[in-house]
């Protein structure tokens, strides 16, 4: 478009040689460290004139028009990018910039009214403000009759703020934003700005000094890493579907239903042998129907929240609102959970709230002192991952947290969130030796900060999470992770059962011929299994860092070691407490996990691998069609030993019941097959098998009890009947009395 240039009449403008402003302030603004824009850009009364300023740089002539139209006025360039003039009367008007190649007409930012309400303002500095990515960050919207992009940032010891992006040629003079006192909040509305525009912002610190440009902690949409900018993100408005699965979840009891979760890296399990990572579109066409081939119940997916290193898996994020655009955008998260709703599966993510890297682009040092950090590096650094700690204590820290949780919930439809690392969040000695470490206010070692912002956490996703669950990624004996707060617990749903994870693996890794010496190992869970909502985890932790793969820590030759890995895993589904499997493990892949290579499937012909997935399948179908194997996980009523204490034999037998009916779960752990062995039941009849882990169709030696075993009036083991069983070598049975279970 050609603009005509009009000579204004001297009657509307009186003419200014020079500046009106001091040399220094002219600077400040051209350099982007005026820390007060709007007290000298914009349009300000100067009589009964307009005085109006722009900082322009790179601009080779700028106009004002009247924002009806009309003839146009020339602002003076009195320093180079820096425009004036003085209107003879106040006007609404319009910018007309002419940039080399482009002319540009835009409203004055500087003109318009401030962004953020007080009642914002004040939730944002209690730390209670519960949609933060809908007024902090970057926001398109409408304000003041004009559509645009509202931002806003945290940075409440900074000497000045600016918004850079491809916008304004990356030039801290072009946006400098306004700073609200109240909560240390700079905002900047820019008119004529749409989604999809890159930005970051440029911030001088309390000294002065000229920090790296920061990524937006409230970004809801990020470049792909390695580039560092965030991305304005359009309104989330995805079309869903699955209004009838989310008004069940809110009325569900989940601790009572069955809850098999299948553990996920996206990156690897759709990496092609090319390096491609793969899509959300690809996972939904891919991995859905593989879970439902499994059966598995949930799917949980490793963190997603945007991170910088690849090599952290996710546990790094430092973008807590956008997830990774590695896979695709945000709506194509949205479709993917829509999709996984549609099919029956829910979706847990893994969620980082207690540490974040220090890349100099994130959240470190963010205004140039300890923002979301502990100033004292005590307190402030976890050495074990070279991270920075989260400052629970600080109001406005918690409260960008519990924003990032609900956001989640609420814009992704997530069925729950595992919170990582809870253990390195409740111990400030965590991983410290002595006088590393600053005692909390009593002298102890208990974060109380932590324990505080957990138990809020909680409650809040109780009260606002449409049924929602979170889960603890805990390993101490903290008592009470998932007692209700108003009982002195933390108020998480489940907890990992890491205790259960660590004895079970290390009996299973044992040498039949040395297990008789060791069934504490199996026995010991059972003695707390019921004091927690647990979940029984072997996840990515347990396969990487020289740990060898599942199947690599089985004893003996080919045919044991898948022998021992399908009595593993039926020891498992029929143990008290929700199930968690790490990928590959649903069939014995040989290689540790390796985030960087395509995921090992098993050969078509591999009998073993392929029995194992076949065996999960089977499990997880009888798992949630058997009310005994998962209503009453935190009851004791819910399970009794029948036999533990059969050391010669090393077999181990129990009933799971959920108050009607009763199923029995009895396990050979040798490679000696037991004929004619003698368990006590407590009623007459036919006790079919529902799953026998060394069946032939699994890749076992086929030996069993065919259709089921009738019960002999018999007694034993304190039951009125009792069933002569054949025990099959490194097998685990799981029978129901016909017409139950």
Known sequence: MVIRRSTPRASETVAAPGSSLPAGVVSALLAGTH?????????HREGTGLRIRAALPGAYYAE????????TTPLTETSPGFFEALLAEPIDYRLVVHWAGAVQRTVDPYGLPALLSSDDLHWFAEGRHRDLAQRIGAVPCRHAGH????????????????VVGDFNGWNPARHPMRRRWEAGVWELFIPGLAPGATYKFAITGPSGERLPWKADPLARRTETPPRTASVVAPPPRFAWTDGEWMAARAERDDSRRPMAIYEVHLGSWLRSHEGHEGSWAEAADRLIPYLQHL???HVELMPIAEYPFGGSWGYQPLSLFAPTARLGDPADLARFVDRC???GIGVILDWVPAHFPGDEHGLARFDGTALYEHEDPREGYHPDWNTMIYNLGRREVRGFLMASALWWIRTFHLDGLRVDAVASMLYRDYSRQPGEWIPNVHGGRENLEAVSFLRELNDLVDAEGNGAVVIAEESTAWPGVTAPTDEGGLGFHFKWNMGWMHDTLRYFGRDPIHRHHHPNDLTFGLVYAHSEHYVLPISHDEVVHGKGSLIARMPGDDWQRFANLRLFLGWMWAHPGKKLLFMGCEFGAEAEWNADAPFPWPAEDAVLPRGVMRLIGDLNRVY???PALHRRDREPDGFRWIIADDRDNQVFAFFRSDGTDEVLVIANMTPVPRLGYRVGVPRPGLWRELVNSDAAIYGGSGLGNGGGVEADPEPSHGEACSLSLTLPPLGILILAPEGRG
């Not at 820390?35 to 349009?43: A, I």
């Not at 004002?64 to 003839?71: D, F, I, L, R, S």
């Open 35 to 43: 820390g007060d824009p709007f007290s000298v850009l914009g349009p």
């Open 64 to 71: 004002v028009e009247p924002a009806g139209g009309g003839p």
């Open 147 to 162: 559509e645009g992009v509202a931002f806003a940032v945290w940075a409440p010891n900074a000497r000045a703020v600016s």
């Open 295 to 297: 059966g598995f119940t």
């Open 341 to 343: 709703h549609a099919a």
């Open 624 to 626: 949630r069609d058997t």
